[in-house]
């Protein structure tokens, strides 16, 4: 079994900043892709941002110029640091993980979620 567990999230002003981590754990052989994704309330779930075990990053336009994705493969944790944030960038943020098991098999796993409010 493998877990996800962010932090990071809460109340920030809009213009400010904030950084989120995800930490795997449990039976880890390595994780292909880790990234981020978000759900605002009435919306859908949409990718933030993704980077894989390379470091090939990918943005959502929305957040391009904004946000920064890193990971720690050694530490199989994931970083999301966001600059400027705007109020429509609340949302639950949910972090996500192509887990490679150590008995060889490829799964998707998904953290519980950190919820971000960007108000005044």
């Known amino acids: 079994q493998v877990q996800l567990a962010e932090s990071g999230g809460g109340l920030v002003q809009p213009g400010g900043s904030l950084r989120l981590s995800c930490a795997a754990s449990g039976s880890i052989f390595s994780i292909r892709v880790m990234g981020w994704y978000r759900q605002a309330p009435g919306k859908q779930r949409d990718l933030v941002a993704s980077i894989t075990d390379e470091g090939w990053t990918n943005y959502a336009n929305s957040v391009k110029g904004r946000a920064t994705i890193s990971r720690d493969n050694a530490k199989n944790t994931v970083y999301l640091q966001m600059n400027n944030l705007k109020p429509e960038d609340t949302a639950i943020y949910y972090c996500?993980?192509?887990?490679?098991?150590?008995?060889?098999?490829?799964?998707?796993?998904w953290g519980q979620g950190t919820q971000v409010t960007v108000s005044s």
């Open positions: 996500y993980g192509n887990v490679l098991t150590v008995d060889y098999r490829y799964i998707d796993y």
